[in-house]
Nanobody, 121 residues
Framework: VQLQASGGGLVQAGGSLRLSCAAS????????VGWFRQVPGKEREFVAA????????IIADSVKGRFTISRDNAVHTVYLQMNSLKPEDTAVYYC???????????????WGQGTLVTVSS
């Protein structure tokens, strides 16, 4: 499975971005697709996940009410809609697939290359 994350960029605080994670190769199967973020010197932080088959979503408390995750199985793509962005949301965002414990980075099998989100104050 290859994952291509896109949609990052520079945005002012309060703005919005939508990240996309497109998969090629084998399909997701029944596992979760997740988004994580990482800043230099810190561990990768769980942001959101969605299960492919049922569409069940999990959102981290730090972004709840501002971020939503969705999937389009027809085009093998998962989206992370980020609204009301804050400077502390600045990070490299990664998508990943293949987990049975969606909030735990170590349980994912495949990772995308990351896309940088920068939120200016």
């Amino acid at each position: 499975v290859q994952l291509q994350a896109s949609g990052g960029g520079l945005v002012q605080a309060g703005g919005s971005l939508r990240l996309s994670c497109a998969a090629s190769g084998r399909t997701y199967g029944d596992y979760a697709v997740g988004w994580f973020r990482q800043v230099p010197g810190k561990e990768r932080e769980f942001v959101a996940a969605v299960t492919r088959r049922t569409g069940t979503t999990i959102i981290a408390d730090s972004v709840k009410g501002r971020f939503t995750i969705s999937r389009d199985n027809a085009v093998h793509t998962v989206y992370l809609q980020m609204n009301s962005l804050k400077p502390e949301d600045t990070a490299v965002y990664y998508c990943a697939v293949g987990s049975t414990s969606p909030t735990v980075a170590a349980t994912y099998s495949y990772w995308g290359q990351g896309t940088l989100v920068t939120v200016s104050s």
